[in-house]
């Protein structure tokens, strides 16, 4: 067991195709060596995913397996696609293209608009949200700042889920989306949107697919060049694909199936974009041919975060549950979570910032902490917090970090020093690359030590120290470069928009936190009506809620803190209710539907490590695995006579209760139970599937049958 390492953002480059493959546990192993045929890799968070891939693409390459320009990886942001590339090059593979769907599209359409429609490429909308406004100006249809946002965000989700205007109401109400204004006015608002853009020659980002899957499908010859170009494809965050990306993603295959998705049902946290697990979870179905790896060793996270995103996942419904991952964590112990309650919302905030501010005087780099929030309107009690507590901060989500004004004259500087470095004085006697940069900057108001307090000069300092920090990564893992290869390499970041680490605590939305990491997380407003959302109403979308927490508290390496406020503003009064997915999991509360928990029983369970197959030692992780206790292909020892008379049990107690019989148990319990052939109430507990109430309900008849003797209890009015 250890800790995962702070990688470099400059590693060194492999010696060869064996040297890539060094380093990786036996199942990204097997991921990097499956080159051929459909691949489903079902990743948990912390368990090198993206390792995993860029590895598999490197080691095809470097091995002769396969060509680089035949290769796309398609992902669902700027910065992840940079990411990728930046690996990509470090391994030997830069020929690679690393792209997100919106900009592979992009090129395509760029390229093929004149011979297949003719003329220019119309021009991309810059400002979607006005056009809309203008829209419904022209609809009389008065918007305010959220609705305008929100109404902006149905038209999106309406064009991934190719829906038109006049099918939007309907569509709206099957997938129960919530509307922020009457879902005909929004149809309304949607088509005069549509009416406008044509008018003005105009297209946006959900065009982009649009038009190239409309093309693709029209023009055979032009989908066959792009099938001769890529004819290998890895999909990342697959979990994320919108029905719109989906089709797009087919059209590129054809009848190939050289494709490796990677992704986790657990961290679907996109559905209200259009995003949808399904294509993952029926992957296997359209491919009965596919290798199927999962990657549940944790090396993000302590084995006690692990524990409580465990422990959430575990009290999850629903399909994406059923295929949910176990973690395993392989970092060496920390501190348990810590669950704080504050009397409102201000003293929450003070009390985040001080545990913020010990940390950082303990030791932890302040870029190293986020606190992360279900909604932006959150930050701005957690700003001033930060502030008065003298810890610099940065709001993700805000201005672009190459489009600070700050960065992009550091950019400017660099790339004339770098032009001109024999007549800078700034850079006499000065060899190391690293200690040209510090110079260079240093006329740009760099300093060694940062200026005391917050605000816009704490900020821009705070920009320039990310500048400098990725020269030291790049002149240690490249020996010998010059300003004018970092110069290179900074522009290569800005077009990927692959930020540096900004040595502030982060404030972000959950959703704005997915796939980056901190050393300590402050998970904050943890009360029901804010996580999950008041508008959160039917089962999937209370489902969605918990995934969104699961995401949060897998973003810590070590320390984790988890807190709610009783009540909004002092002297209010205090009927706010810690978050309903803490119950059973922080400390005095009980578990959701266990009497046994409530009453603080004896029953309760301990806490239990990786789950193994009892007949080949395998982790298990599947939910129907865990209820069986082995692989569902090792063989069963069931006890056929004894499963029949738990049947025919359950069937009685149905009957009399009138409830389908697998709410009594499931026939994978029985199963588990038939197998196990409990003699005492300790192990039938411990068969999943068997809570405290079923187990005070039905246990003694079970161990009855199970004892070869005739069940005493009748089915009661109680259930």
Not at 560 to 579: E, F, I, M, V
Request: glycine share 8%; net charge neutral; aromatic share 6%.
């Amino acid at each position: 067991m250890t800790a995962a390492p702070h990688s470099s953002s400059f590693p060194a480059v492999a010696e060869s195709a064996d040297a890539v493959l060094l380093g990786l546990d036996p199942e990204q192993r097997e991921v990097a060596t499956t080159l051929r045929g459909p691949v489903c890799v079902l990743a948990g968070a912390g368990t090198g995913k993206t390792r995993a891939i860029t590895h598999r693409i490197a080691y095809g390459v470097r091995s002769g397996q396969l060509m680089p320009a035949s290769v796309l990886a398609v992902t669902f942001t700027n910065r992840a696609a940079g990411e990728m590339r930046g690996r990509l090059r470090s391994l030997g593979a830069g020929g690679v293209q690393a792209r997100t769907f919106h900009s592979a599209a992009l090129r395509q359409l760029q390229y093929f608009w004149p011979k297949a429609i003719g003329g220019d490429l119309p021009r991309l909308v810059e400002r979607k949200i006005q056009l809309v406004a203008e829209a419904g100006a022209r609809c009389r249809i008065r918007l305010d700042r959220n609705e305008l946002r929100d109404v902006t965000g149905e038209i999106e989700w309406a064009k991934v889920t190719q829906t038109v205007p006049a099918d939007y109401p309907a569509a709206a109400l099957k997938a129960d989306r919530e509307a922020p204004r009457d879902m005909a006015e929004i149809a309304q608002i949607y088509g005069t949107y549509e009416q406008l853009k044509r008018d003005r020659g105009m297209i946006d980002f959900e065009d982009v697919l649009l038009l190239t899957v409309g093309i693709l499908q029209d023009r055979q010859d032009i989908a066959q060049t792009i099938r001769s170009q890529y004819q290998h494809f890895v999909v990342d965050e697959y979990q994320d694909v919108s029905p719109l990306q989906q089709r797009l993603l087919e059209l590129w295959l054809g009848d190939r199936d050289s494709l490796c998705v990677v992704g986790d049902a657990s961290q679907t946290i996109y559905s209200f974009t259009g995003a949808t697990p399904d294509h993952l979870l029926t992957f296997r179905t359209r491919f009965p041919q596919a290798t199927v790896v999962k990657l549940v060793r944790d090396y993000r996270s302590t084995p006690q975060v692990v524990h409580l995103a465990n422990g959430v996942l575990n009290q999850a419904r629903g399909r994406a549950a059923e295929h949910r991952l176990e973690l395993i964590s392989q970092r060496d112990p920390g501190p348990d979570p810590v669950y704080a309650e504050y009397a409102d919302e201000p003293a929450e905030a003070e009390g985040v910032a001080r545990r913020i501010r010990d940390l950082i005087r303990a030791g932890v780099p302040a870029g190293e902490i986020a606190v992360l929030f279900r909604i932006n309107a959150q930050s701005e009690v957690y700003e001033q917090a930060l502030a008065d507590a003298g810890v610099p901060y940065q709001l993700r989500g805000a201005e672009r970090f190459f489009e600070r004004p700050e960065v992009q004259r550091a950019l400017v500087t660099l790339r004339g020093a770098a032009h001109s470095r024999a007549n800078d004085p700034l850079l006499d006697d000065v060899v190391e690359l690293a200690a040209q940069v510090r110079a260079v900057l240093s006329a740009s108001g760099w300093t060694p030590e940062p200026p005391a307090g917050s605000g816009a000069v704490r900020d821009q300092w705070e920009s320039l120290a990310a500048l400098v920090r990725v020269a030291e990564d790049f002149a240690r893992s490249r020996p010998g470069a010059t300003l004018a290869d970092l110069s290179v390499e900074l522009e290569e970041r800005r077009a990927a928009q692959h930020a540096p680490t900004v040595q502030g605590v982060t404030l972000a939305s959950l959703h704005a936190a997915k796939g980056l990491e901190w050393d300590a997380v402050f998970l904050v407003g943890l009360t029901d009506g804010m996580m999950p959302i008041t508008y959160a109403k039917t089962d999937e979308q209370i489902e969605e809620e918990r995934r969104l927490l699961y995401v949060g508290i897998t973003r810590a390496r070590l320390h984790l803190t988890l807190s709610w406020a009783l009540s909004r503003a002092p002297g209010g009064r205090g009927s706010r209710r810690p978050s309903r997915f803490l119950n059973g999991l922080r400390p005095g509360s009980a578990a959701p539907g266990s009497r046994i928990a409530a009453e603080g029983g004896s029953r309760k369970r301990a806490r239990r490590g990786p789950v193994l197959c009892r007949v080949c030692g395998k982790t298990l992780t599947e939910a129907g695995e865990l209820k069986l206790m082995r692989c569902e292909d090792c063989p069963s020892d069931m006890d056929e006579g004894l499963y029949e008379r738990l049947r025919e049990w359950r069937a009685a107690q149905a009957k009399v209760q009138g409830l389908p019989a697998y709410c009594v148990f499931t026939d994978k319990t029985l199963m588990a139970i038939a197998e196990a052939a409990p003699s005492e109430e300790g192990e039938l507990a411990m068969i999943s599937g068997v809570g405290g109430r079923k187990l005070d309900r039905y246990g003694a008849d079970v161990l009855a049958i199970c004892a070869g003797q005739e069940p005493e209890g009748e089915a009661g009015d109680d259930a």
